[in-house]
C-alpha cells in the first residue's frame, strides 16, 4: 500500500489512509479502509483505477456508506469517494446531476423548480451513484424511470462514455453489472412541471422517516423476496424483532432494519443476518436475499 500512497500522492489527489469504518459506514460499525481517496475529475478519478490496478489493489466506488458494510478485518484497498462529482445543473425540465450529490438534496433541488419526479425518491440517504447502481426506489417509484443517460468512467477501455437507459438493464434493485467496472460521473434525470412538488416532496420523506428506525443502520438488509412481499414481513413473522446479537438488534420498529445500539460490529450484523436468513427459510420456505454491500475480511 505504500507505492499506492506516494503514487496518489505524487498525482496531488486527496487522500486519506486508515479510516474507521465509523466515518465510511451508515451502519457506524466494522473494520478499517486503508485508503479513500478523493479524485475532483474524471482524469483524477482515472488516475486512481490505474494506480490500483497497477499495484494489484482492490478499489471501488464510495457514496455516502448507507449501505455499504466494512467487515471487521477491513477493505485492504481503494474506496474512491465521489463526493468532487456532486453538482447539480438544471436543463429545461431535466436535472444534471453529479453522482456524488446526495438523492434527497436532489429531489429537494427539484421541488425549488417545482420538478415532479423525484417526491416518491425524497426520502432516501444515498447518493445519485449509489442510487444508480442500485435503480433505488420507494412508494413504487424507481429512479430507472428518470434517468435519461448515465456519463461514466470506464476502467477497462479507459474512457469516460454517455449510456442512454435503454443500454442500462435496469430491474428490481439492479442495474445488471454496468457499474461492476464503471463508475457513473453524472446522470441526466428528465423530470417534468409539476404542482405542489414540496408538499408531495415532504409527505413522503416524513412517511418513510415515521416507518423507519433513528439508530445507525444501513436502510434494508434484504430485497423483497420471491413472491412479492418485504422481507420484513417474514422477518417480523418469525418473531425476530427486538433480536440482538452483541451492539446489533433487528429494529423494533421495521424488522428488515438491523441496527447498531453502540459498539455493534458487522460480525454482530452479519450474525442477525444469518439469523433471520435461516429462521425464515426454515419456516417459509422464503430465501431472502442482501440489498446492501459487504466487503473486506473477516
Same mark, same amino acid.
Request: net charge positive; proline share 3%.
Given at each position: 500500500? +505504500?507505492?499506492?500512497?506516494? %503514487?496518489?500522492?505524487?498525482?496531488?489527489?486527496?487522500? +486519506?489512509?486508515?479510516?474507521?469504518?465509523?466515518?465510511?459506514?451508515?451502519?457506524?460499525?466494522?473494520?478499517?479502509?486503508?485508503?479513500?481517496? !478523493?479524485?475532483?475529475?474524471?482524469? $483524477?478519478?482515472?488516475?486512481?483505477?490505474?494506480? $490500483?490496478?497497477?499495484?494489484?489493489?482492490?478499489? %471501488?466506488?464510495?457514496?455516502?456508506?448507507?449501505?455499504?458494510?466494512?467487515?471487521?478485518?477491513?477493505?485492504?484497498?481503494?474506496?474512491?469517494?465521489? #463526493?468532487? /462529482?456532486?453538482?447539480?445543473?438544471? =436543463?429545461?425540465?431535466?436535472? &444534471?446531476?453529479?453522482?456524488?450529490?446526495?438523492?434527497?438534496?436532489?429531489?429537494?433541488?427539484?421541488?425549488?423548480?417545482?420538478?415532479?419526479?423525484?417526491?416518491?425518491?425524497?426520502?432516501?440517504?444515498?447518493?445519485?451513484?449509489?442510487?444508480? @447502481?442500485?435503480?433505488?426506489?420507494?412508494?413504487?417509484?424507481?429512479?430507472?424511470?428518470? &434517468?435519461?443517460?448515465?456519463?461514466?468512467?470506464?476502467?477497462?477501455? =479507459?474512457?469516460?462514455?454517455?449510456?442512454?437507459?435503454?443500454? #442500462?438493464?435496469?430491474?428490481?434493485?439492479?442495474?445488471?453489472?454496468? /457499474?461492476? +467496472?464503471?463508475?457513473?460521473?453524472?446522470?441526466?434525470?428528465?423530470?417534468?412541471?409539476?404542482? $405542489? &412538488?414540496?408538499?408531495?416532496?415532504? /409527505?413522503? =420523506?416524513?412517511? =418513510?422517516?415515521?416507518?423507519?428506525?433513528?439508530?445507525?443502520?444501513?436502510?434494508?438488509?434484504?430485497? +423483497?423476496?420471491?413472491?412479492?412481499?418485504?422481507?420484513? !414481513?417474514?422477518?417480523?413473522?418469525?418473531?425476530?424483532?427486538?433480536?440482538?446479537?452483541?451492539?446489533?438488534? #433487528?429494529?423494533?420498529?421495521?424488522?428488515?432494519?438491523?441496527?447498531?445500539?453502540?459498539?455493534?460490529?458487522?460480525?454482530?450484523?452479519?450474525?442477525?443476518?444469518?439469523?433471520?436468513?435461516?429462521?425464515?427459510?426454515? @419456516? !417459509?420456505?422464503?430465501?431472502?436475499?442482501?440489498?446492501?454491500? #459487504?466487503?473486506?475480511?473477516?
Amino acid at each position: 500500500m +505504500k507505492d499506492v500512497i506516494k %503514487m496518489l500522492t505524487s498525482g496531488n489527489i486527496p487522500f +486519506k489512509t486508515d479510516m474507521p469504518a465509523t466515518l465510511v459506514s451508515s451502519y457506524r460499525g466494522g473494520g478499517t479502509t486503508a485508503v479513500i481517496a !478523493y479524485p475532483e475529475s474524471s482524469a $483524477a478519478l482515472a488516475e486512481c483505477v490505474r494506480v $490500483a490496478a497497477e499495484n494489484g489493489v482492490p478499489y %471501488m466506488p464510495l457514496g455516502n456508506g448507507t449501505n455499504i458494510l466494512v467487515k471487521d478485518g477491513g477493505f485492504n484497498g481503494i474506496m474512491i469517494s465521489l #463526493i468532487g /462529482f456532486r453538482t447539480v445543473t438544471r =436543463r429545461g425540465d431535466s436535472l &444534471v446531476c453529479g453522482a456524488g450529490a446526495g438523492l434527497a438534496g436532489i429531489a429537494a433541488r427539484a421541488a425549488e423548480y417545482n420538478l415532479s419526479g423525484l417526491e416518491e425518491l425524497s426520502g432516501i440517504p444515498g447518493t445519485a451513484g449509489g442510487a444508480l @447502481k442500485m435503480n433505488a426506489g420507494a412508494f413504487g417509484r424507481e429512479l430507472s424511470e428518470l &434517468v435519461d443517460s448515465v456519463t461514466v468512467y470506464d476502467a477497462v477501455s =479507459r474512457k469516460v462514455i454517455r449510456l442512454t437507459r435503454g443500454e #442500462i438493464p435496469f430491474s428490481y434493485r439492479s442495474s445488471g453489472n454496468v /457499474f461492476e +467496472k464503471a463508475f457513473a460521473l453524472e446522470t441526466t434525470l428528465t423530470l417534468a412541471e409539476g404542482v $405542489a &412538488v414540496k408538499e408531495k416532496s415532504d /409527505f413522503y =420523506r416524513d412517511k =418513510r422517516r415515521s416507518k423507519q428506525p433513528c439508530a445507525p443502520s444501513l436502510g434494508s438488509v434484504f430485497l +423483497k423476496t420471491a413472491d412479492g412481499m418485504s422481507a420484513g !414481513y417474514y422477518i417480523e413473522k418469525s418473531g425476530l424483532k427486538g433480536a440482538r446479537v452483541g451492539g446489533a438488534e #433487528i429494529s423494533e420498529k421495521h424488522a428488515n432494519f438491523i441496527v447498531n445500539r453502540g459498539g455493534g460490529t458487522a460480525k454482530d450484523y452479519c450474525s442477525l443476518m444469518s439469523l433471520a436468513h435461516t429462521v425464515v427459510e426454515s @419456516k !417459509y420456505g422464503i430465501t431472502l436475499e442482501p440489498e446492501i454491500v #459487504i466487503v473486506g475480511k473477516e
